[in-house]
């Protein structure tokens, strides 16, 4: 079983030495004074990154390909922890041996052992 607090550990230093904190928040156009600013909206403060022109738009490009990366990325680990925590609620109750855990467990590894490396 793998082990989920370490887990989370782990993503939490992954995500600041990936820069991901720069993803909290959004960016969205907003019209001032008959000019397009882009905004970036984060923890309920605004700072605008400019006028909108090439680079700008380039920037909430990146922006948003990153953060659907991320989500998807999120989503994901989420569903996988959903997945352990069933797992060792049943290991913790004694329902499943835990000899029939441990031969699945080594069966998925002969399988695909790139997967769960």
């Known amino acids: 079983m793998p082990n989920l607090a370490g887990q989370n550990l782990e993503d939490q230093g992954l995500y600041i ?3 991901a904190h720069d993803l909290d928040g959004f960016v969205f156009w907003r019209v001032q004074y008959g000019h397009e ?3 970036h909206k984060s923890c309920g403060a605004q700072k605008s990154l400019g006028p909108r022109s090439p680079k ?3 920037v909430k490009l990146s922006f948003d390909c990153r953060k659907s990366i991320v989500t998807e990325r ?13 797992l060792n609620r049943i290991r913790a109750l004694n329902r499943a041996d835990s000899i029939l ?4 467990t080594a069966s998925k590894l002969q399988a695909c052992p790139k997967m769960y490396a």
């Open 74 to 86: 999120l989503v994901t680990k989420r569903n996988k922890m959903g997945v352990h925590a069933k």
């Open 56 to 58: 700008t738009e380039a």
């Open 101 to 104: 855990v441990d031969v699945i």
């Open 37 to 39: 600013y882009l905004i």
């Open 17 to 19: 030495v990936t820069g």
